[in-house]
């Protein structure tokens, strides 16, 4: 078997044992940490080029995936900190143990909210500012929104206020602080069946795991950095569109077989999986029975490295 079939097989593997280690104690790995492995994306790119046999390249590899272990196994504790005010991930190197310096410590607690549900209301608009963790959406609730989270990030805020019409729901961090040494962030959301949906999330690095296929969607659009993100949508709303943008990314998308769609793909370093699919032109794929299904979806990617799989169901 040649070295180029094999390209992300080997990077997808080097990523996953360092997660398998991580959880046996061997390695301090984190989600965030794949930010620091871009540059194996280069080196393996190099390797595969290289005018030499493959039998070398596979040493090279091994090599350096080796190097990468031994790295990641000389940090003592992850080095990352989430800035809620800037909404970004920075590098630290001069942890205290006390909070002075506003990066802080917090311990593992569990966090309820909610909103009630208004009858008056026929569209709502879910915004989440979610940095770093496992998010879902999956069940049904007699409120607008419930909300659950678990870890040891901090307490989240919620905001509602309404905005021509729409009922404008605002989930975010608590501001004017830093979080370090996060451990567990898993949040669960229900959403309430009866709404049309707008949802908005931004996101770190995070798994991300959403059963919308009972819901009516109207637009979703995920932001993220290296992510891992599984969507399964429905039929109950006659037009979606789902917009993904994110660095390092694996997305997979479900989509029900009685609907129409079509796909935007602006990505570089991708693995596509649409099967199903015809290439209408460049970055463009579609249903035979695009546009003319009574319920369409239009999906928009833009990433760097990325798995794409679009499945229907």
């Given at each position: 078997?040649?070295?180029?079939?094999?390209?992300?097989?080997?990077?997808?593997?080097?990523?996953?044992?360092?997660?398998?280690?991580?959880?046996?104690?061997?390695?301090?790995?984190?989600?965030?940490?794949?930010?620091?492995?871009?540059?194996?994306?280069?080196?393996?790119?190099?390797?595969?080029?290289?005018?030499?046999?493959?039998?070398?390249?596979?040493?090279?590899?091994?090599?350096?995936?080796?190097?990468?272990?031994?790295?990641?196994?000389?940090?003592?504790?992850?080095?990352?900190?989430?800035?809620?005010?800037?909404?970004?991930?920075?590098?630290?190197?001069?942890?205290?143990?006390?909070?002075?310096?506003?990066?802080?410590?917090?311990?593992?607690?569990?966090?309820?909210?909610?909103?009630?549900?208004?009858?008056?209301?026929?569209?709502?608009?879910?915004?989440?500012?979610?940095?770093?963790?496992?998010?879902?959406?999956?069940?049904?609730?007699?409120?607008?929104?419930?909300?659950?989270?678990?870890?040891?990030?901090?307490?989240?805020?919620?905001?509602?206020?309404?905005?021509?019409?729409?009922?404008?729901?605002?989930?975010?961090?608590?501001?004017?602080?830093?979080?370090?040494?996060?451990?567990?962030?898993?949040?669960?959301?229900?959403?309430?069946?009866g709404?049309?949906?707008?949802?908005d999330?931004?996101?770190?690095?995070?798994?991300?795991?959403?059963?919308?296929?009972?819901?009516?969607?109207?637009?979703?659009?995920?932001?993220?950095?290296?992510?891992?993100?599984e969507?399964?949508?429905?039929?109950?709303?006659?037009?979606?569109?789902l917009?993904?943008?994110?660095?390092?990314?694996?997305?997979?998308?479900?989509?029900p077989?009685?609907?129409?769609?079509?796909?935007?793909?602006?990505?570089?370093?991708?693995?596509?999986?649409?099967?199903?699919?015809?290439?209408k032109?460049?970055?463009?794929?579609?249903?035979?029975?695009?546009?003319?299904?009574?319920?369409?979806?239009?999906?928009?990617?833009?990433?760097?490295?990325?798995?794409?799989?679009?499945?229907?169901y």
């Open positions: 078997m040649k070295f180029r079939n094999l390209f992300w097989a080997l990077i997808l593997i080097a990523i996953g044992l360092m997660f398998l280690f991580s959880n046996f104690g061997w390695l301090d790995f984190h989600w965030v940490s794949i930010w620091r492995l871009w540059p194996l994306i280069f080196i393996f790119w190099g390797i595969s080029i290289l005018p030499i046999k493959d039998v070398l390249k596979f040493i090279l590899v091994i090599a350096f995936i080796g190097l990468s272990f031994i790295f990641f196994n000389q940090i003592t504790e992850p080095r990352w900190s989430f800035s809620i005010q800037d909404h970004d991930w920075s590098w630290t190197d001069d942890w205290d143990e006390d909070d002075t310096d506003g990066k802080r410590t917090f311990a593992y607690s569990t966090q309820l909210l909610s909103v009630p549900m208004d009858s008056a209301s026929q569209k709502s608009v879910l915004k989440m500012d979610a940095a770093a963790g496992k998010f879902s959406i999956d069940g049904e609730t007699s409120e607008m929104l419930s909300f659950k989270k678990e870890g040891d990030i901090g307490d989240y805020s919620m905001t509602t206020r309404e905005v021509d019409g729409k009922t404008v729901i605002h989930i975010s961090l608590e501001k004017n602080r830093k979080v370090r040494r996060v451990k567990k962030n898993t949040v669960d959301i229900k959403l309430n069946p709404l049309i949906w707008d949802l999330f931004d996101i770190g690095a995070a798994s991300v795991d959403m059963d919308l296929s009972d819901f009516m969607i109207d637009t979703a659009r995920i932001e993220a950095g290296a992510a891992s993100v969507i399964r949508l429905g039929t109950l709303q006659p037009q979606t569109y917009t993904f943008s994110a660095g390092a990314a694996s997305l997979e998308v479900k989509i077989k009685e609907s129409a769609c079509e796909i935007h793909s602006e990505s570089v370093l991708v693995s596509r999986d649409f099967k199903g699919f015809n290439k032109g460049d970055g463009i794929y579609q249903t035979k029975d695009y546009p003319e299904g009574t319920n369409t979806i239009i999906i928009k990617i833009e990433s760097a490295v990325s798995s794409l799989k679009v499945v229907r």
